[in-house]
């Protein structure tokens, strides 16, 4: 299992989770569900690829970059790194987002998935806790987190805040 960057080379794999990728599950969000191959080519992969590197972004955007799951040679699930914390994330979706495929679920590769993130996120957000949101009713995504170290900072009336210090 290993988590890949976004890349062009894994482009069709990539299409095809983020197309059949729900357009909202759980407050993951994804405008690009049903796009067809040649928009995510000219216009979606590029877009996240420069989303580590922003150009011409508003102030807010803060450079965010797109791993994929692997286990062989099937692509699993996605998980996005936020670099750093603003007012926003900080109070909302924190530095990570993440999914995994409808016929990979349960199977553990959200936990361990997770794990991988976290690893690579403790060496580029300067923060010193990882943080994270999930949906009060959304158990499963709260056990990954928990597996992985996570306390509950906080809640609101849909969410609990997560973190996980980096240690
Ligand atoms: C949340 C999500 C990533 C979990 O991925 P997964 O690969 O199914 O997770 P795991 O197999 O590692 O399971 C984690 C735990 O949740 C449990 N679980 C899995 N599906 C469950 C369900 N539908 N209801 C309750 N518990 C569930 C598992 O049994 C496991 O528990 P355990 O650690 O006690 O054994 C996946 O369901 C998903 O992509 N959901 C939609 C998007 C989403 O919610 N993203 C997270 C936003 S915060």
Not at 9 to 35: C, F, I, M, R, S
Not at 97 to 108: F, L, P
Not at 117 to 135: F, G, H, M, S, W
């Amino acid at each position: 299992m290993e988590l890949r960057k976004i890349n062009l080379k894994d482009a069709v794999d990539q299409w095809e989770y983020t197309t059949a990728l729900p357009e909202d599950e759980n407050g993951l969000t994804n405008p690009y569900h049903g796009v067809s191959l040649e928009e995510y080519m000219e216009s979606v992969l590029p877009t996240l690829i420069s989303y580590e590197h922003p150009v011409n972004m508003p102030d807010w955007f803060v450079p965010e970059t797109y791993y994929y799951l692997w286990d062989e040679d099937n692509l699993i699930g996605e998980f996005r790194i936020r670099h750093h914390l603003t007012e926003a994330l900080r109070n909302g979706a924190g530095h990570i987002g993440y999914s995994i495929g409808k016929s990979y679920r349960g199977k553990g590769y959200g936990t361990a998935g997770l794990g991988l993130t976290i690893q690579l996120a403790k060496d580029i957000v300067p923060e010193e806790e990882i943080y994270l949101r999930v949906n009060k009713d959304n158990i499963a995504s709260q056990k990954c987190m928990l597996a992985n170290g996570a306390y509950k900072a906080g809640e609101d009336e849909e969410h609990y805040f997560m973190r996980i210090p980096k240690l």
